[in-house]
């Protein structure tokens, strides 16, 4: 049966989002969705099979690696907002060519990003993991995985680029099957490593380096314009790149890291203030540690709900503006973070009702369950905030105004945060400076970025892309 009618009337009566946008919005948000939960299910999974294996010195050690892989990640999106929003706009203007200029330029700067960082992760991965002052079994496992996962590291930027990419063009379909298909693959591998070779934190990062690799040679295919023939649905990108023809348009370099550096700048913020946070973690012992990360693998998994709306907010935003229509791309950045507040008040509250049965997936003994379950409900709450900032972000990037988004992250993270978790390690707050730090990280930059999206300057913002694209 579908849903997706009865849904959007219910939702347009309840006044959050049109049947007719809800329709559209969830077009390309549900792949997305479907997306993201499959590829953080792989960390989360392999945080888990690692806390069976292993214990809290392999969690705790996963965890300070996975840190370092964060700063990857968070990389590789900022650019890619960059790449999602000067793609859908000049798709948008049916300007194909410039599209997949745009998409070179990318490539060429993700491959300049990508080879330095691998090659730190393979040269100096003790002292990257002993920052956090670890015990001497986590920081064995955490060098194990920094080193063995190093390769990934282009695979994941180059997917992240290509996906956006698709994303951008209204395709987002075809990266869902080949990113869920890939998780899937991780976690089969992963498990076949940890369990049957008793590989452990090892087995966790070989699972994510073949497939992540595999996932970069199979989007590849179609993002050089290969037929897919059909298979599960899935289709090239009608803006490929080539080797012929030329690599560099510098214009649209320059607007791809005018647009890009602030978003790039905007996720470190949020995946280096992880790093102090760890480290007062880590004062507090490998249990800490280990319930503050699976807080943040829960988190994530939620997130997944904002791969699917904040992505579907840009592109669209992006797409109305390219048209010309700023009326419509408000419309929609507006229905779409309501729509968000909904959907993720539901999701905490189931959460929060499971948060104990949750607990015990990565830990035993009541204690530490009892003390992650806390952190669970924490996570749970924090999310709603997330949603708000994800699709409220999602809007602003797609008429390519990053600046002040990145200000709020810094905001949130670093003025508020951080100080508050800090004040645990001098204060009888304790680990409750933790909590509050999870919940202060999303919902300040979130209601900022709200309040930046309500003011309605993004519009003005997106004039100056759209104008330089008509004059080229």
């Not at 214009?251 to 890009?260: D, H, I, M, P």
Request: net charge neutral.
């Amino acid at each position: 049966m579908n849903l997706v009618e009865p849904v959007g009337r219910l939702l347009e009566r309840g006044g959050v989002i049109t049947e007719a946008r809800f329709r559209e919005t969830a077009a390309l948000a549900w792949p997305r969705v479907v997306t993201g939960f499959a590829i953080m299910s792989k960390q989360t999974a392999d945080l888990a099979m690692v806390g069976i294996a292993v214990g809290t010195a392999g969690t705790a050690g996963l965890a300070y690696a996975l840190a370092y892989w964060g700063i990857v990640a968070m990389l590789g999106l900022g650019l890619a907002g960059g790449t999602i929003s000067l793609v859908s706009q000049n798709y948008g203007a049916d300007e194909l060519e410039r599209a997949s200029l745009v998409v070179k330029a990318s490539v060429l700067v993700t491959i300049l990003l990508a080879v330095p960082i691998m090659a730190v992760f393979v040269a100096v991965p003790e002292p990257l993991i002993g920052i956090f002052g670890p015990e001497p079994a986590s920081l064995d496992h955490g060098v194990v995985y920094l080193v063995l996962v190093a390769p990934a590291v282009l695979f994941e930027m180059l997917n992240l680029i290509a996906s956006r990419t698709y994303t951008g063009i209204g395709d987002t379909y075809t990266e869902m099957v080949v990113r869920a298909t890939g998780a899937v693959l991780n976690v089969v591998i992963s498990a076949v490593l940890i369990f049957w070779f008793g590989m452990g934190v090892a087995g966790a990062a070989i699972g994510t380096t073949v497939s992540t690799g595999v996932v970069t040679v199979v989007l590849g295919w179609g993002m050089v314009g290969r037929s897919y023939a059909g298979r599960l649905g899935m289709e090239p990108s009608p803006v490929p790149i080539s080797i012929a023809g030329p690599w560099v348009d510098f214009a649209l370099l320059r607007q791809l890291l005018e647009v890009a550096a602030p978003e790039i700048g905007r996720r470190l913020a949020q995946g280096v203030v992880v790093f102090p946070l760890l480290w007062i973690a880590a004062t507090f012992g490998p249990l800490i540690v280990t319930a503050f990360e699976v807080a943040r693998r829960v988190r994530s998994l939620l997130n997944c709900v904002n791969w699917g709306l904040g992505l579907a907010s840009s592109s669209l935003v992006g797409r109305h503006l390219g048209a010309g229509d700023e009326a419509e791309a408000g419309a929609y950045g507006a229905s779409i973070v309501r729509l968000a507040i909904v959907v993720y008040l539901l999701l905490a509250g189931v959460v929060v009702l499971l948060a104990e049965p949750i607990a015990t997936l990565f830990v035993s003994g009541p204690d530490e369950v009892a003390q992650t379950a806390v952190f669970v409900v924490v996570s749970a709450l924090s999310v709603v905030g997330q949603g708000v900032d994800g699709t409220a972000t999602g809007a602003l990037v797609g008429a390519g105004d990053t600046r002040l988004p990145f200000l709020a992250s810094l905001l949130g993270r670093y003025v508020f945060a951080l100080p508050v978790a800090a004040l645990g390690l001098v204060t009888p707050l304790g680990v409750a400076g933790l909590y509050l730090a999870l919940l202060l990280e999303t919902h300040v930059p979130g209601w900022i970025n709200y309040g930046l999206f309500r003011t309605g300057r993004w519009k003005a913002v997106s004039r100056r892309y759209r104008s330089s694209s008509e004059a080229g």
